[in-house]
């Protein structure tokens, strides 16, 4: 078998067999050279979906894991074919493009053909303006830059995998992610990957489209930031690097006047605390992300990931004492002032600042050492 034909299907009973048919005539036209298959993974229709596909010809595999992504990766997975391919069974694409998106996969030797909607024609209400002028650009920019691609169309769902590569790439979303981890994973393996112009047509009127805008873009979003968490690493750490040191100063000038503006002072080390607590929480985020990425931390990082019991215990000894001397010294000198109002808030801030972004790492390095221990990541 040289190509799979893969329908994600859920309730899709009005256009499943013209999506069949459509497709079956652009493969055909390559002759009987061309051996095939149509699969629709069905994800738990309640309607006649799966009754219609195989009356029209299709192998239907029943996926019960729910989602997009699910419904996709058990369809591919009892694919037969050399290569897998897959679109919407909505009746929007150009599925007449089935034949040239598998002959461009096999003459460019790509282990990725995607079929572009942005490079097409798109007709009138095909695509909410939302999703072609912000949500697909945003995205597609962003997977360029974090992982050096030349894509147009990060969200087309109608693609041509070669099998044996697909199976490298570790593939796990089951929601509508699944576009942007197909891409994102392709890209870090240094797959080859393609593009044909294509297009979007307007689904049936009253159909209820399983995409849900904010949802899906959120989950496209936060994926495509969590497969670079160098990005955190970096950020975080320069973060409480800069906010740290201008915290020294603050501390040892106290406020001054620069070019007629007045800095150092209560508001300035605040905002640097918080700016600090920021950077610490990037830079946790990063770490509890290394530990599923296959990316390698800087050395500093890695130490920290790895430190051991003996060295992490005294390291949370040490900073709750400091924050015990902190705190009894306020008390006393509160005590000392007869319980009356007290001046240290400059001391508070810059204690607090010293003392707790180190507490937040010692006790998010404790979580991290107790999962891995456990063996959960």
Not at 218 to 246: D, N, Q
Not at 316 to 327: F, R, Y
Request: proline share 4%; net charge negative.
């Amino acid at each position: 078998m040289e190509l799979s034909f893969v329908f994600p299907c859920l309730n899709e009973e009005e256009t499943i067999v013209a999506c069949i048919e459509a497709v079956k005539r652009s493969l055909d036209e390559a002759g009987s050279h061309l051996r095939y298959e149509i699969v629709v993974a069905d994800n738990g229709s309640t309607d006649r979906s799966a009754e219609l596909a195989t009356g029209a010809g299709a192998r239907v595999v029943p996926v019960s894991e729910r989602g997009y992504g699910a419904a996709l990766r058990g369809g591919i997975s009892a694919a037969a074919g050399k290569y897998v391919m897959f679109a919407d069974a909505d009746m929007t694409y150009q599925y007449e493009d089935a034949l040239p998106l598998y002959q461009k996969a096999v003459q460019e030797d790509a282990d990725m053909a995607i079929a572009s909607r942005m490079q097409g024609v798109i007709e009138p209400g095909a695509m909410p303006p939302l999703h072609r002028w912000l949500g697909t650009p945003v995205l597609t920019t962003l997977i360029n830059l974090l992982f050096h691609g030349k894509l147009s169309d990060c969200n087309s769902g109608f693609r041509c995998l070669r099998k044996s590569a697909y199976e490298t790439w570790g593939i796990r979303a089951n929601g509508m992610e699944f576009a942007s981890e197909l891409l994102i994973k392709a890209l870090k393996h240094g797959a080859r990957t393609v593009e044909i112009k294509s297009g979007l047509r307007r689904g049936p009127e009253g159909r209820v489209a399983h995409l849900r805008t904010w949802r899906d873009g959120m989950r496209h979003l936060l994926f495509i930031l969590s497969e670079r968490p160098r990005l955190f690493e970096f950020s975080g750490l320069l973060l409480v690097a800069v906010s740290t040191t201008l915290q020294i100063f603050a501390i040892a000038l106290g406020p001054t006047e620069i070019g007629g503006l007045n800095i150092f002072d209560m508001h300035s080390k605040a905002l640097l605390l918080l700016a600090g607590i920021t950077g610490m929480q990037l830079y946790l985020f990063s770490c509890i992300l290394f530990l599923r990425e296959r990316e390698q931390p800087t050395p500093l990082t890695a130490s920290l990931i790895g430190i051991e019991e003996a060295p992490l215990f005294f390291l949370l000894l040490a900073i709750l004492v400091m924050e015990s001397v902190l705190v009894g010294g306020v008390v006393l000198n509160w005590t000392l002032n007869n319980f009356a109002n007290l001046d240290l808030a400059n001391v508070l801030v810059g204690g607090i600042h010293f003392l707790g972004l180190p507490l937040m790492l010692a006790i998010a390095l404790l979580g991290l050492h107790v999962f891995k221990k456990s063996g959960d990541v």
